[in-house]
């Protein structure tokens, strides 16, 4: 039976194989060329439909987790962070706390990685399988308030509580008041005992208090996160002010 290639190519648009579909001439050549076996042939025609569709669920993924830029565990540079050892890094990357279920709170002043090292982990996290939700904190706190009367704030709160791992950076970098504070309980309440959470703030919990306001809360709060965590400090000066651009030359 004489079968066209658009016809194979049809039935495997109709089968969803439309990245395969798309290699098939390329696929077809190179077997000829390197003179593949069927199995050898089926094999690379399956495998680039696989590693496509990994490709497309890694960029849905990311785009769920909302990260403020694209920062990696690969990027981060120890030579400027010496108050972390590579082994601790690489036990952090081996995710074993998110499976724990810990939380891993990162302090330091600004400018010192942060930020980069929550980003790298939920990367990382998203390498592996886990759905990660990254949120401001005063973002997190105008959801909070609007989730009863906006769709896009109901949204997003339902995306965080549905993640495996939510990042909450620059904690406490605002004071808030006693209504956004009960708000911040009731969701790290929610959380707690089933979605690790990463924070990061420039103040230690010793601070958050002040910040907070009302003792009581501030000691829930406290105790839910840091119950089962894990605190990391950095320290050093700003990598951005020590690397900033000038407009001026040498």
């Given at each position: 039976m004489s079968v066209s290639l658009n016809q194979v190519k049809q039935d495997m648009a109709s089968l969803s194989l439309s990245a395969a579909s798309l290699r098939l001439d390329d696929?077809?050549?190179?077997?000829?060329?390197?003179?593949?076996?069927?199995?050898?042939?089926?094999?690379?025609?399956?495998?680039?439909?696989?590693?496509?569709?990994?490709a497309r669920q890694l960029e849905k993924q990311l785009k769920w987790a909302a990260f403020p830029e694209y920062k990696t565990l690969e990027q981060f540079d120890l030579a400027?962070?010496?108050?972390?050892?590579?082994?601790?890094?690489?036990?952090?990357?081996?995710?074993h706390w998110l499976?724990?279920?810990?939380?891993?709170?990162?302090?330091?002043?600004?400018?010192?990685?942060?930020t980069h090292l929550a980003v790298g982990l939920g990367v990382e996290a998203?390498?592996?399988?886990?759905?990660?939700?990254?949120?401001?904190?005063?973002?997190?706190i105008h959801v909070l308030k609007t989730q009863e009367i906006t769709r896009s704030a109901r949204t997003k709160l339902n995306r965080l509580t549905r993640s495996d791992l939510v990042i909450i950076d620059d904690l406490m970098f605002m004071a808030i008041d006693r209504r956004e504070a009960n708000l911040f309980f009731q969701l790290t309440n929610k959380l707690y005992g089933q979605t690790p959470v990463i924070i990061t703030s420039n103040k230690g919990p010793e601070d958050w208090g002040e910040i907070l306001g009302d003792p009581a809360i501030t000691t829930a709060i406290l105790d839910r996160l840091i119950?089962?965590?894990?605190?990391?400090?950095?320290t050093g000066d700003s990598y951005r002010l020590k690397h900033r651009k000038t407009i001026f030359g040498n």
């Open positions: 696929l077809l050549t190179e077997a000829q060329v390197r003179e593949l076996t069927y199995q050898e042939f089926l094999y690379q025609l399956l495998r680039h439909e696989v590693s496509s569709r990994e400027e962070q010496r108050s972390l050892s590579k082994r601790q890094l690489n036990q952090l990357k081996e995710l499976e724990q279920a810990y939380n891993l709170i990162l302090l330091g002043p600004p400018g010192v990685g942060k998203i390498r592996q399988g886990y759905k990660v939700r990254f949120t401001q904190m005063d973002e997190l119950h089962k965590s894990e605190v990391i400090s950095l």
